[in-house]
C-alpha cells in the first residue's frame, strides 16, 4: 500500500499523503491480481491487482477521529484496482518508474457501463442521467482474465457501502443494503452512497469490470451481461465452437453459482467488442442424482416475465438475484472461486462456508450442501455434458469436504 505506481508521490510512513497523492499509489488490501506478460516475456510485464477495501485507521494519520469528506475521498482513491509495470533483473522484481502503462482505477474514476442493462432506468442517476457512465469501482474482489488478454475485476460487497433509509426497498433489502453500513461512513460527505436520496446509485455496483492493461487511457467497461451480484471472480473458458463462457459465484450464505454464454465466438485477430455484452445468464440447479441444469436467466423464459414483476432484460440483470429466485436455482454455501481444469475439462467451485444452514429455519441440507451448520466448506465439481462448457446440462459431485 501507498508506493507510486508510476511517477506518483512517494509513501508518507506517517499516512500524511493526501486523497490526490493516493489516487497515484497502490491501493489497500490486495486481493485478485494477474500478470500480463510484455512481448511473450516472463520478466517483464504488467501487474493487474485489485484493492479490496480500506482500513481507516491505518489510511488516515489521526484514523477515524475528524471524519471529513478528505478522509472519504482518500479512502475512495485506496479502493480499485492498480496496474503496475514491472521488470524482473539483477537486484529482483522492480516496479518501472515511470511507466507509460502505470495507472490507478479508483471508486471515483469514470467508467463506462455496457451491455443489456445500460442506459436503463435503474442506472440512471442525476449525475449520469444516460446511465452510461458510472463513477467508479470498489470493494473489488477476485477476477478473470480473457483470452484477447483484458483483466476483469469483480464488485463484491457493494453494498456495504451505501446507507438505506427507513423505507427500505425490496431490492436493496435482497442485495443486503440497509440502515447500516460497513463502517466506511461514505455517504456522510458523498451524497451518492445515500441510498435514501439516491437509490439507483447501488444499481450502478455489483458489477464484472473489463480493464484493458496495455491502453491507458482506456475506459474500464462495467459488462451487465455477465449480471449484478457480489462477484467472487470471473473464470474466463471457450466452449467447444469458440463462444465465450465465464463461470461466476455470488459470494453470500444461500447465494448461486452462474455461468454467462456469449452469442458469438472469440476469434483471434477479430474485434471482441460487444463479446461480453451480447449472450446469456444463467443460474445452476443442482439435483439429488448428481445431475444438474444450467437455467437460462433470459427475459419471457422460466417465469422472467411482466406478469412476474420482470419488465424487460435490463430488469432481469439489475435483480439478478431475484431473477435467479424465480428459476429456482440451487442456494449454494458461499460460491467462492470457480476454476476450469486446462485438461479435463472439469469445474470446481469452492464453497467456503454456511454456519446458517440448518439454523433459524433455513434448510439443512440439500443437493450439493449437504451439511448442516457447515463452518467449513467444501468444493463441488462438475463435468459439462460432452464436455463442452456451453452445454446446458452436467454431473456433479462433492470433490472434498473441508
Known amino acids: 500500500w501507498g508506493e507510486p505506481v508510476s511517477d506518483g508521490p512517494a ?21 485478485g491480481m494477474h500478470f500480463f506478460p510484455i512481448a511473450g516475456s516472463s520478466a517483464h510485464g504488467l501487474l493487474c491487482i485489485n484493492h479490496e477495501y480500506t482500513d481507516d485507521g491505518l489510511l488516515h494519520a489521526d484514523g477515524m477521529s475528524n471524519w471529513s469528506a478528505e478522509k472519504v475521498r482518500k479512502a475512495q482513491a485506496a479502493h480499485g484496482v492498480s496496474v503496475i509495470e514491472v521488470r524482473a533483473g539483477k537486484e529482483g522484481w522492480q516496479v518501472v518508474r515511470p511507466s507509460v502503462y502505470g495507472r490507478r482505477i479508483t471508486a471515483d474514476t469514470p467508467i463506462r457501463l455496457a451491455g443489456p442493462a445500460a442506459g436503463s432506468a435503474a442506472l440512471r442517476t442525476a449525475d449520469d442521467p444516460s446511465g452510461t457512465l458510472a463513477r467508479g469501482t470498489f470493494n473489488n474482489c477476485a477476477m478473470g482474465v480473457t483470452p484477447w488478454g483484458t483483466y476483469l475485476t469483480c464488485e463484491e460487497n457493494f453494498n456495504g457501502y451505501f446507507r438505506a433509509g427507513a423505507a427500505q426497498t425490496a431490492l436493496q433489502k435482497r442485495y443486503g443494503i440497509g440502515a447500516r453500513t460497513a463502517g466506511y461512513r461514505w455517504h456522510e460527505h458523498d451524497a451518492r452512497f445515500d441510498a435514501e436520496r439516491h437509490p439507483n446509485e447501488a444499481n450502478r455496483f455489483g458489477w464484472v469490470v473489463e480493464i484493458d492493461p496495455f491502453r491507458p487511457d482506456s475506459l474500464p467497461v462495467k459488462r451487465t451481461a455477465l449480471g449484478r451480484i457480489k462477484h467472487e471472480g470471473a473464470f474466463v473458458t471457450l466452449a467447444r465452437d469458440g463462444r465465450v463462457v465465464v463461470y461466476m459465484g455470488d459470494d453470500e450464505r444461500f447465494e448461486y453459482v452462474y455461468k454467462f454464454v456469449s452469442r458469438r465466438p472469440y476469434v483471434a485477430g477479430q474485434s471482441t467488442d460487444g463479446l461480453l455484452d451480447d449472450g446469456t445468464l444463467h443460474v445452476a440447479r443442482f439435483a439429488e442424482d448428481g445431475s444438474g441444469r444450467w437455467i437460462a436467466l433470459r427475459h419471457g423464459e422460466n417465469g422472467l416475465t411482466p406478469e412476474n414483476g420482470f419488465a424487460d432484460a435490463a430488469d432481469v440483470l439489475v435483480r439478478t438475484r431475484q431473477a435467479a429466485d424465480a428459476a429456482r436455482a440451487t442456494p449454494m454455501d458461499r460460491p467462492e472461486w470457480v476454476a476450469v481444469h486446462p485438461t479435463s475439462g472439469e469445474v470446481y467451485c469452492s464453497l467456503t462456508n454456511n454456519s446458517q444452514r440448518g439454523n433459524d429455519g433455513k434448510p439443512d441440507a440439500g443437493p450439493a450442501n449437504r451439511r448442516a451448520g457447515n463452518k467449513y466448506g467444501h468444493i463441488v465439481r462438475w463435468r459439462e455434458e460432452g464436455n463442452d462448457a456451453a452445454a446446458t446440462g452436467f454431473q456433479w459431485d462433492v470433490l472434498v469436504e473441508g
Open 11 to 31: 509513501f508518507r510512513p506517517d499516512a500524511a499523503n493526501s486523497a490526490d497523492e493516493q489516487a497515484r499509489q497502490a491501493g489497500m488490501h490486495h486481493d
